[in-house]
Every structure is written in structure tokens, then in C-alpha cells.
């Protein structure tokens, strides 16, 4: 099975002038990070995570071994296109302003100007910069940059994200927004992987984890298997009577085990949320990011990616009743502009009213470096769910439909 | 190619907003209009605009060439050492593309500025002579000797080995070489014998007379007028320093062969100073249908001395080739080529070194390059002691230096001599073709496989 991310014995030593090894950056590194999985990787500052990522994306060239990027080389501009990276800081052109500093990005990836516009204002839009997006990037604060970083990472729709701290220097909101950003697009079978030390971050997102110490791999391995207390119970309950926790104490003494009863307290970070969004509703001004909870429109739904899988997840904007059409909470003003192609290409992903018997036998993915099998049994089952329930009544023209969905199933 | 695009563009937007270019315009923009405005030159019409237009270009070419050099190396280092590069070479864009883009948007920039300021310096100075209150002489003058592209012929070289050789052979028979000669090596005695003959050739004593014959002499228009320029060097100095002459410009084959009915030779008689350039006009007419052009000079017997005309300059006969305006255009394009070469070298230099030591090798090579013609002389002087060494290392590298001086516009336009597209096809040859693509393929293969991150454990 191919892996989205894969190293072979990657080592990096720096050495001093004379050519002499003086460092073990990276030693020895073998790391497999699964297809839509959000990876981890840990580790204590100058632990090799960066130098690691660096290798990854061909800024630094291994002095041994091998990393192979969604099975290729990720200075290959046909994988590239496909990966988003946030480094380590915010490096953006001082003298551009948010929008144009966007715009590059874009460009850089060839995307249509159409395209860019509606992906740059829905990242705007998410990141909370709007307001300040004809400003130039060298006035923001730290945070402020750190999103444009982000929106940056984001631009191409990637299916594989690499994340160096992503959350440093992001208040709690924003914190917040790239962890619920992370788990949705894990949701859409893209992969994640980032590297941190902010613990709290990556056990709220991380599927795996691999612990870095020294260059070398200390642990690695499922965040539930390696955090559980196996030796231990928890149970959570309403508010009850004291007599009732007196029943429960009664019961665990049975088993000749210590029992401990408290009231749960709030996160902080969800305390602090709260707060500052009941400030906003009450339309206090800033003159800094606009924290939102937002996660940019295209993001979510609007599917550009080859993948005819993401194409089926998608809903289309004339189409789908609006009932079912959104995702979950989040309503993204941007939404109702989006320019006229797009909404030709939703309408070609609007597709197939297909039975589902049909769509079952499937298999998606003609593709040469798509999904593997297993995952996308996975994201499958959400495309059919989906399916099942909104794209019945639409058949209104089956002529068209039919044909791109046999062609991309002709591997079946 | 969308991707080049958008480097080259961002690379502009950063020259201009950073500040670094604006300086150059503002100075351009200051300096041009004041120079306009002061210079006077030798107080003629002419020397106004040959003083203007000299210096003016010479400014626009030297600070387009700093700013080349600085834009084109801040630009790539700067994303290195601030790390934006991290972000733009981790997109779809290949390496080379991302150094293309960069030295496309530098040029694109230097090109813009370049077209802006010469536009400017053309129009001052043809607007020039409606603004000052010049006499029709002057007009006249410079209109025949500044708003034109003359081209120059200098009489065919005369070979005087033979007689050099047969005089040496003499002088080691006699012995006498040991004495008149003493403590030179042959090669200068030589050089020294031929000049003489040389110089013999070229004068004319009193009473007697000068004859040269030019081929392909091809005026643009051939009801025009030629010019005959030359400069006096005298035996003796007469007491009022002018030499009294007759001249006879056409066909001599005429006469020499006794053909008739071509056009008859132009009488001209003059009284000039010694040691100075003067010129004179004759109808093109005079010159025969294939080509061909004889100019007489004769030896008033009124003058006392005898008449050299010094090797280098001392007769030319020009006419108008081309007009001011084509002059002017092809004179830019050098400058233009200089500043893709220094694009190309800033590019390279920028691909391995950090800003300040790139700024420093870059303006070391400019300056050398400004002065090649000396550097490639003095060291071909001393390396007669080092000759080995010299010829297989060194002197291949100097040659690898474009030669701005040799190529130097002002040297055209000052004196309205005709700077010919083969020219300046050779020096796009060698200055673009080779020596700046060489830079950049060098560059390319740098920036190809170096490591992009900085270390930081």
C-alpha cells in the first residue's frame, strides 16, 4: 500500500567547514504516515522535526536515505501542486498586502484568475483578515501573519498539508480554527502532518503520533493506544444526588478499588472562546485578525481536486436543498458569490443520480497516484451516505452524467 | 511560464515598493532635467548637445547598471536569508523557473527605466536647438556633426614590413643597431621602424603632395556632402600655427587614366591651425558610382614646414550613413546589453554568496569591465615574463569580461559617427549570447542543486 508520506533511513548530518560530521540532525528516520491520517510529529526543540519537513519538501537535501512524498519527489511540480506547507514562521513578502501575497500563491500554482479570486476571498474570509486585506503583510502581528501562512498553505485545495507549528503565536481562536480546520479536512481524505511541541494541539487532532528525540524516533504509534490508562475507569454523569455518588462509591469499594468524584471543570481554551465570541456578538471593534470559527468555503465543499471521489462529496450550490447542503455550523458569507465557472464545475459534479446498487461497485480512482484501497472503502462510505440521501431527485440530465462517472470507475 | 510570470512580476513589485529602484528613478529624474539645463559644453550649439547627450547616457548607463547589479542580487538573496523562498520554492515551480522569473522581472524593470530615460534624454535633445537662440551656423554644424550618424572611413593601412625588414637588415649588416637601439628588445624596434614608415608615408613636404584612396564610399544620400577631417602635425611650428593647403577630393582615376566625362575633382583651399580637428564639406557627388574616392592634399609652398597627418586620426573622410534617430536607438541597445550581462552576472552571484559579498565581487567585475581595455594592455605588458601562466589562466578570464569601455555609446553619438547594427550584432553576440548566457547557465546549475533552508538544528 502506498503511504502519503514515506521515508527511507532519512539522515541528515551537518558537518563544519572541514567536512567533519558535527550533527545528527536526523538520524536514521523512518516514518510512514497513512493516507487521510493527521500525523504527529513530536519532539523538543532541535529534535530534527524541521529538519525533517525541510527534507521532506527538498529545501535540504538528505545526507542519506530517501523521502517520498505522495509517491513521488516533492519537487516535482505535478506533486507539489498537490501539497500545501506552512513552515515553521510566517516568511511572507513584507511590501505585498494580504491579497496580493494570496494572489502570488496562486499564481504559482496556475490557477485561473476566476478561481483565485473566489479561493482568496473565502480564505479572507476564514482567516478573519478581511478587513485588513489591502493592507501590507509587513504591518501584521505575528498572529496576523501566521494566518496569511496558513490561508497560503491552503490555496491549492492540497491533499497533503504540511504543518510546521502551526499554531504559534495564534491566540486560542485561532488555535481552535486549525485544529476543527485539521479534523475537516481529514474528513475529505486528505492527509495531515504536523509537527509541534504543544502537545494539547496535536492529541486534540492526531490520529498518530511519532515522539522525536535527538533526531531519532522514540515512540510512534495510535494517540488512544498510547495515552489510555488501561489500568483505569472514568465514568461521567449529569448532576446527581450525593446519595447517589455515595450508591456508586458503595459499588467500587466491591470491586476493592479508590474512587474519586468531582465536578469536571471547562477547558480553558473553551471558556476563553466563549468569551471573546459573546464579546463579538455584542460588535465590540479590533483592530487586529477578526477571530472567526469559519473554515474557507472551498474547502469544505467546493472540489477542484481531480478526485472523483471529493468531486461526489461535494454539493452543489444551485442544487442540494440547503437543509442538507451545509456541513454542520458554519455559514461562510462567501458562499452566495461565487463566480459563474465554478458553478459550471459544481454542476458537472452535480452528478449522478445513480442507484445505489450502481455506485456500490464502483471503485473510484483511475487516477495513477490516488487513494489505496482500504481508505477509500472509508471515504466511501460518506459518499454514499451523502448520496443516498440528496441525490435521488436530481436526474436532470442523465446524458451527461453518466459519462465522466464510467469513465472514472473503469477500473473496476 | 505562468509561474515565471508571477516571480518576475512579484520581483518588480518588490524593486518598487522596497524602494530600491525609486531611488535610481528619483535620481535620473532630478539629474537629467539639471544637466539639460547647465550644460554648455564648449559654449556651441554642438558642444552643448555632444556634453548633454554624453553625459546624460553615461549616467542613465551607470545607474542603471548599479541598480541591475543590486536588484538583481537583493532579490534572490533576500528571499533566501528572510526565507520567503521556503514557501515559493515548495509550490509547483521548478528552480530554474524561479531564477528565470527573477532575471525576467530585473530586465523587464531595467528595460522599462532604461526605454523611460533615453526617451527622455532623445527628446531633450532635439528640442534642444528650437530652445536656445543658436546662430545658423551652429545649427548647420550641429545638424552635420551631431544629428547624423557619419560613418568614418580611414585610408587603407600600408604595409610596411618589407621595408622595415630590408632596414633592419641593413642596420644589423653596419652594426650600427647595437647603437641607435641600444637596450631595446627587436620586438620594440620593430614596432618603433614600422612606425616611422609609417609616419613617413603620411607626410608631405612642403611643395609636395598626399594621396589616399578610398573604397566603398556610400553616402545615404548622394546629393549630400561629404566630409574631410583631419588634424595637422608639423616639423616646425609656423609663427602663426596655421598651414596653408589645397586639397582635390573625387575620382583621380580620371586623370590617372585619362577616363572622361566623369564627374571633375573638388578644389578645395583652406588655411588651418596645427593640432586640431577640422573638417571640411565637398558634395557627395564627387564620389564615383562604384565606390571608389581619392583625396589629394597638397603642400602649399606658403608653409614652412613639413605636414604629418598623426596615424590614428589624422584623415578621415565621413559621410552621413544612418540618421540620429536609428544612431541613438542602437547606441541604447548596447546599454541594454550591458545591463542583461550584469543581470546575469548579479543572478549568479546571488545563486552562492550573501548580499554584501555578491554586491562587492559584482561592482569589482563592473568596474574592471568599465576599464577592460586598460586592464587587458597593462596585463598584456607585463605578462612577457609570465607568459605561460598568463596565457592559459588568467588571460582567457579577462577576456571572459565584457569590454564596456570598447562599447561605450557616448564614443558613437558625441562625435555622430555611425554605430553600425553589425556591431551591434557582434556585441550581442559575445556580451548576451555568450557571456551573459554562460553566467546564467552557471547560475542555473547552482541554484538547481544547492540546499535552499538555512541550517538550524
Redesign the interface.
Known amino acids: 500500500m502506498e503511504y502519503a508520506v514515506e521515508t527511507f533511513s532519512l539522515t541528515k548530518i551537518?558537518s563544519d567547514w572541514w567536512g567533519r560530521a558535527k550533527?545528527y540532525?536526523v538520524d536514521d528516520l523512518n516514518l510512514q504516515v497513512q493516507r487521510n491520517e493527521v500525523f504527529g510529529l513530536l519532539g523538543p526543540n532541535?529534535s530534527?522535526k524541521?529538519?525533517a519537513l525541510?527534507m521532506l519538501?527538498?529545501?535540504?537535501?538528505p545526507t542519506k536515505g530517501k523521502a517520498i512524498c505522495l509517491g513521488g519527489d516533492?519537487?516535482d511540480?505535478?506533486i507539489?501542486?498537490r501539497?500545501g506547507?506552512l513552515?515553521e514562521?510566517s516568511?511572507?513578502?513584507r511590501?505585498?498586502t494580504a491579497r496580493?501575497t494570496l494572489d502570488?500563491?496562486g499564481?504559482?500554482?496556475?490557477l485561473d484568475r476566476q478561481v483565485r479570486k473566489m479561493r482568496i476571498e473565502a480564505l479572507l474570509d476564514m482567516v478573519g483578515l478581511k478587513a485588513v486585506a489591502n493592507r501590507p503583510v509587513g504591518t501584521f502581528s505575528k498572529g496576523m501573519a501566521r494566518r496569511i501562512?496558513l490561508a497560503?498553505?491552503l490555496i491549492?485545495d492540497p491533499d497533503l498539508l504540511i504543518l510546521d507549528e502551526p499554531t504559534t503565536g495564534l491566540d486560542p481562536i485561532g488555535t481552535r480554527q486549525i485544529k476543527d480546520l485539521v479534523l475537516k479536512l481529514a474528513k475529505r481524505g486528505k492527509t495531515v502532518l504536523l509537527c509541534s511541541h504543544l502537545l494539547a494541539d496535536v492529541e486534540d487532532v492526531c490520529d498518530r503520533i511519532a515522539i522525536l528525540y535527538g533526531g531519532k524516533i522514540q515512540a510512534k504509534g495510535q494517540v488512544k493506544d498510547l495515552l489510555q490508562q488501561t489500568h483505569k475507569r472514568q465514568i461521567t454523569t449529569d448532576a446527581i444526588s450525593d446519595s447517589a455518588v455515595e450508591k456508586i462509591k458503595q459499588i467500587v469499594r466491591l470491586e476493592n478499588a479508590e474512587c474519586v468524584v468531582s465536578s469536571p471543570m471547562h477547558k480553558l481554551e473553551t471558556f476563553f472562546i466563549d468569551t471573546v465570541v459573546a464579546a463579538q456578538r455584542q460588535a465590540q471593534r479590533t483592530s487586529g485578525a477578526v477571530s472567526t470559527t469559519k473554515i474557507g468555503d472551498f474547502l469544505t465543499r467546493e472540489t477542484v481536486s481531480e478526485n472523483i471521489l471529493d468531486k461526489l462529496v461535494s454539493t452543489p450550490l444551485s442544487q442540494g436543498p440547503p437543509a442538507e447542503r451545509a456541513p454542520t455550523e458554519k455559514v461562510v458569507p462567501a458562499e452566495t458569490a461565487e463566480p459563474k465557472p465554478d458553478e459550471r464545475l459544481l454542476g458537472k459534479l452535480a452528478e449522478p443520480a445513480q442507484p445505489q446498487p450502481v455506485v456500490a461497485d464502483a471503485k473510484p480512482g483511475t487516477k495513477p497516484v490516488e487513494t489505496s484501497v482500504p481508505e477509500q472503502k472509508l471515504v466511501k462510505k460518506d459518499v454514499l451516505d451523502e448520496l443516498a440521501g440528496r441525490s435521488q431527485p436530481k436526474t436532470e440530465d442523465p446524458g451527461q452524467t453518466d459519462k465522466p462517472y464510467a469513465g472514472d470507475s473503469g477500473d473496476a | 511560464m505562468?509561474?515565471i510570470?508571477?516571480?518576475a512580476t512579484?520581483t518588480i513589485?518588490?524593486a518598487l515598493?522596497?524602494k530600491v529602484a525609486l531611488i535610481f528613478v528619483l535620481l535620473l529624474v532630478v539629474l537629467l532635467p539639471v544637466m539639460a539645463l547647465s550644460t554648455t559644453g564648449d559654449y556651441t550649439l554642438k558642444g552643448r548637445l555632444q556634453t548633454f547627450v554624453s553625459y546624460g547616457l553615461s549616467l542613465t548607463s551607470l545607474l542603471l547598471c548599479l541598480l541591475a547589479i543590486i536588484v538583481s542580487i537583493y532579490t534572490v538573496t533576500s528571499e533566501i536569508e528572510?526565507?520567503?523562498?521556503?514557501?515559493?520554492?515548495?509550490?509547483?515551480?521548478?528552480?530554474f523557473q524561479f531564477l528565470l522569473g527573477k532575471l525576467l522581472g530585473v530586465m523587464l524593470l531595467n528595460t522599462g527605466l532604461l526605454i523611460l530615460f533615453s526617451a527622455a534624454i532623445y527628446t531633450i535633445a532635439v528640442y534642444t536647438p528650437r530652445f536656445t537662440k543658436a546662430a545658423d551656423s551652429e545649427l548647420i554644424e550641429a545638424e552635420n556633426e551631431f544629428f547624423t550618424a557619419r560613418n568614418a572611413l580611414a585610408p587603407p593601412e600600408v604595409d610596411v614590413s618589407t621595408e622595415v625588414f630590408e632596414a633592419i637588415q641593413k642596420l644589423q649588416k653596419s652594426g650600427d643597431i647595437e647603437q641607435i637601439y641600444a637596450g631595446m628588445s627587436p620586438k620594440e624596434i620593430v614596432a618603433q621602424l614600422t612606425n616611422l614608415r609609417k609616419l613617413a608615408k603620411r607626410s608631405a613636404d612642403v611643395g609636395h603632395e598626399l594621396i589616399w584612396e578610398f573604397e566603398n564610399v556610400r553616402p545615404r544620400d548622394p546629393n549630400g556632402s561629404l566630409f574631410v577631417r583631419f588634424k595637422y602635425q608639423v616639423s616646425v611650428t609656423p609663427p602663426d600655427s596655421q598651414v596653408y593647403s589645397r586639397w582635390l577630393v573625387g575620382d583621380y582615376r580620371q586623370y590617372k587614366y585619362g577616363m572622361q566625362g566623369g564627374v571633375p575633382m573638388y578644389p578645395v583651399q583652406r588655411k588651418d591651425p596645427v593640432r586640431e580637428f577640422r573638417e571640411f564639406e565637398v558634395p557627395a557627388v564627387v564620389a564615383a558610382e562604384d565606390g571608389y574616392l581619392a583625396v589629394l592634399f597638397f603642400n602649399d609652398p606658403l608653409n614652412i614646414t613639413s605636414v604629418i597627418f598623426p596615424l590614428e586620426d589624422g584623415l578621415e573622410v565621413l559621410y552621413k550613413a544612418d540618421t540620429f534617430t536609428a544612431n541613438f536607438i542602437r547606441a541604447v541597445l548596447l546599454i541594454l546589453f550591458r545591463l542583461i550581462f550584469l543581470a546575469c552576472l548579479g543572478t549568479l552571484a546571488s545563486t552562492f554568496l550573501s548580499f554584501p559579498v555578491a554586491i562587492l565581487l559584482c561592482l569589482a567585475l563592473f568596474s574592471t569591465a568599465s576599464v577592460s581595455g586598460f586592464v587587458i594592455e597593462s596585463f598584456d605588458y607585463l605578462s612577457e615574463s609570465l607568459t605561460a601562466v598568463y596565457s592559459y589562466s588568467l588571460k582567457w578570464l579577462i577576456r571572459l569580461l565584457p569590454q564596456f569601455d570598447k562599447f561605450n555609446p557616448s564614443t558613437y553619438l558625441v562625435p555622430g559617427r555611425l554605430l553600425s547594427w553589425s556591431l551591434v550584432a557582434r556585441v550581442l553576440v559575445f556580451m548576451v549570447c555568450i557571456k551573459a548566457l554562460l553566467l546564467l547557465v552557471f547560475a542555473l546549475i547552482i541554484f538547481s542543486f544547492r540546499?535552499?533552508?538555512r541550517?538550524?538544528?
Open positions: 551537518f550533527v540532525a532541535g530534527g524541521t529538519t525541510k519538501l527538498g529545501l535540504l537535501h516533492a519537487t511540480p505535478k507539489s501542486a501539497i506547507f513552515p514562521e516568511y511572507l513578502y511590501y505585498l496580493e502570488f500563491y499564481r504559482l500554482f496556475g501562512g497560503q498553505a491549492n | 505562468r509561474s510570470w508571477a516571480v512579484n513589485k518588490q515598493r522596497m528572510q526565507r520567503q523562498i521556503y514557501t515559493v520554492i515548495t509550490k509547483p515551480i521548478r528552480r540546499e535552499i533552508a541550517i538550524v538544528v
